[in-house]
């Protein structure tokens, strides 16, 4: 079976969503804080490397936020309304394939 096709469409993609400043030696790291008074569900703190969520969230909600602050991460060029289109069909595709969080 040949799989090249496959190999050039993860290069592919892999170069125009990833820029050079994603692929550091630096972690991501996500820390669940209540964000009310930031009106906001979680934001992306570009300055330490970190994901904020609020834990307050519905499951499916949860799931779309951590993938939104990725993608925030990884593309900060990209305005809101793009960065919402590609957050919700991956939490989508997440989701349908029963991803689900399990808490320790």
Request: without cysteine; charged residues 25%.
């Amino acid at each position: 079976m040949n799989f090249e096709h496959l190999y050039k469409a993860r290069n592919l993609i892999t170069k125009w969503i990833v820029p050079v400043s994603m692929k550091p030696k630096r972690k991501l790291k996500v820390i669940e804080v209540k964000l009310g008074r930031e009106k906001a569900v979680g934001i992306a703190d570009y300055e330490n490397f970190n994901i904020l969520v609020d834990p307050r969230q519905k499951p499916y909600e949860y799931l779309n936020t951590m993938v939104h602050e990725l993608i925030h991460h990884m593309s900060p060029s990209w305005d809101e309304s793009r960065v919402n289109w590609w957050a919700n069909r991956i939490s989508r595709f997440l989701w349908s394939h029963n991803y689900r969080q399990v808490k320790q």
